[in-house]
């Protein structure tokens, strides 16, 4: 019997990184499609020869399987998104490479493109979880100081206000067969005593001389532990305050501050006028 051809999506684009902070040695990985769901993936490793295992100690490596039913391991670092609010998304966000800059910060530098199929380079800053994983901004690098970006004050993540509109993205990590998926961000409304406003949800802040951790629980039961730093919202020309993070089970959640709840409401009274 013929065997039915099968697309391969293996590894490609590898970049090596050791970190002396956490004693591993993290390899980065392209996978997928690279017309529209190449992403990346990271595992680590003690030794400079591997295996490589990521957060859920699965080796790094693709597996096809029968009935195509393919699955992917390897922490997932970016993939396709949107952000909603501001009707901007990015597809084809692999071929990474790493590396330090002269002042030592560590950056993520991959492929991206949309609709037009040209071909960037982003460029993002990378931050460490607390457990020694890499975590993406989610804002696209923009020559600011690494350093002083991760000094986020907590009044910030509402910017002053009692309530302040975030928008947050969670990551797909499971393999899309159909090459067409795209991840999307949702709005909700953070208000300054650490709850959602009109939904389930909370959320907690803490700065410390490392920069500020915030963990987060959103309305639909997703909670991730991360950090918050200052970025450039390449979307509405602006600096903004950024959250970062992990699941327990290696999940990446991204978020961003949109505005105060407030101003948004005088605008929107003003254009109705």
């Given at each position: 019997?013929?065997?039915?051809?099968?697309?391969?999506?293996?590894?490609?684009?590898?970049?090596?990184?050791?970190?002396?902070?956490?004693?591993?040695?993290?390899?980065?990985?392209?996978?997928?499609?690279?017309?529209?769901?190449?992403?990346?993936?990271?595992?680590?490793?003690?030794?400079?020869?591997?295996?490589?295992?990521?957060?859920?100690?699965?080796?790094?490596v693709y597996h096809q399987e029968t009935a195509g039913r393919?699955?992917?391991?390897?922490?997932?670092?970016?993939?396709?998104?949107?952000?909603?609010?501001?009707?901007?998304?990015?597809?084809?966000?692999?071929?990474?490479?790493?590396?330090?800059?002269?002042?030592?910060?560590?950056?993520?530098?991959?492929?991206?493109?949309?609709?037009?199929?040209?071909?960037?380079?982003?460029?993002?800053?990378?931050?460490?979880?607390?457990?020694?994983?890499?975590?993406?901004?989610?804002?696209?690098?923009?020559?600011?100081?690494?350093?002083?970006?991760?000094?986020?004050?907590?009044?910030?993540?509402?910017?002053?206000?009692?309530?302040?509109?975030?928008?947050?993205?969670?990551?797909?990590?499971?393999h899309d067969p159909d090459n067409k998926r795209i991840d999307?961000?949702?709005?909700?409304?953070?208000?300054?005593?650490?709850?959602?406003?009109?939904?389930?949800?909370?959320?907690?802040?803490?700065?410390?001389?490392?920069?500020?951790?915030?963990?987060?629980?959103?309305?639909?039961?997703v909670a991730a532990t991360g950090k918050c730093l200052f970025?450039?919202?390449?979307?509405?020309?602006?600096?903004?305050?950024?959250?970062?993070?992990?699941?327990?089970?290696?999940?990446?959640?991204?978020?961003?501050?949109?505005?105060?709840?407030?101003?948004?409401?005088?605008?929107?009274?003003?254009?109705?006028?």
């Amino acid at each position: 019997m013929a065997t039915q051809e099968r697309p391969a999506y293996g590894q490609e684009g590898a970049s090596l990184l050791w970190n002396p902070d956490t004693g591993f040695y993290y390899l980065f990985l392209g996978f997928d499609n690279l017309t529209w769901s190449y992403h990346t993936r990271v595992g680590r490793s003690k030794s400079i020869d591997g295996p490589y295992f990521d957060r859920n100690g699965n080796p790094l490596v693709y597996h096809q399987e029968t009935a195509g039913r393919d699955r992917v391991h390897g922490t997932k670092l970016v993939g396709p998104y949107l952000w909603t609010e501001a009707d901007a998304g990015w597809m084809g966000l692999g071929h990474s490479t790493v590396f330090r800059d002269k002042h030592g910060n560590i950056l993520f530098g991959s492929n991206a493109k949309w609709d037009s199929g040209t071909s960037y380079l982003f460029l993002r800053k990378t931050l460490w979880s607390d457990d020694g994983w890499p975590l993406l901004s989610p804002c696209v690098y923009a020559g600011e100081d690494v350093a002083e970006s991760l000094r986020v004050p907590v009044e910030s993540i509402v910017d002053g206000a009692e309530e302040c509109v975030w928008e947050f993205l969670v990551f797909r990590v499971d393999h899309d067969p159909d090459n067409k998926r795209i991840d999307a961000s949702n709005a909700h409304v953070l208000k300054r005593d650490g709850s959602f406003a009109g939904e389930p949800g909370h959320w907690k802040a803490i700065a410390g001389p490392n920069g500020t951790s915030m963990s987060v629980t959103l309305p639909n039961g997703v909670a991730a532990t991360g950090k918050c730093l200052f970025g450039w919202d390449q979307d509405r020309r602006r600096q903004t305050v950024a959250f970062t993070g992990l699941t327990d089970a290696g999940v990446p959640v991204w978020g961003q501050r949109i505005g105060r709840r407030e101003a948004n409401a005088s605008q929107a009274a003003g254009e109705e006028r």
